[in-house]
Nanobody, 124 residues
Framework: QVQLVESGGGLVQAGGSLRLSCAASGRSFSSYTMGWFRQAPGKEREFVAAISWNAGRLYYPDSVKGRFTISRDNPKNTVYLQMNSLRPEDTAVYYC?????????????????WGQGTQVTVSS
């Protein structure tokens, strides 16, 4: 069993930055693909970023490419999401996810473990 705890969300003005963290329990963290997703009210859960177990592969949708950066620190069992140039449309609850099925890193249904989410609000 893996537990994921996100932190770092908050309120920021458009153009600002936030860094989300996701701390994982368990000894298998370093073997997991990790992902970040977000969900705004009334919308489906949306893929934001993913990183392979050794950080050799990174995945981003066009909506965040060039603004968001995912990284991981395996000895600390932590994955990060650095978000720059934030926009009001980035407002959502951001979720950390672990252990995706191979070749399904961008699909939320492919992940086995989820955190409780952290709210990010970007004001205009």
């Amino acid at each position: 069993q893996v537990q994921l705890v996100e932190s770092g969300g908050g309120l920021v003005q458009a153009g600002g930055s936030l860094r989300l963290s996701c701390a994982a329990s368990g000894r298998s963290f370093s073997s997991y693909t990790m992902g970040w997703f977000r969900q705004a009210p009334g919308k489906e859960r949306e893929f934001v970023a993913a990183i392979s177990w050794n950080a050799g592969r990174l995945y981003y949708p066009d909506s965040v490419k060039g603004r968001f950066t995912i990284s991981r620190d395996n000895p600390k069992n932590t994955v990060y999401l650095q978000m720059n140039s934030l926009r009001p449309e980035d407002t959502a609850v951001y979720y950390c996810a672990a252990d995706a099925l191979p070749q399904s890193e961008t699909t939320h249904k492919a992940y086995r473990y989820w955190g409780q989410g952290t709210q990010v609000t970007v004001s205009s």
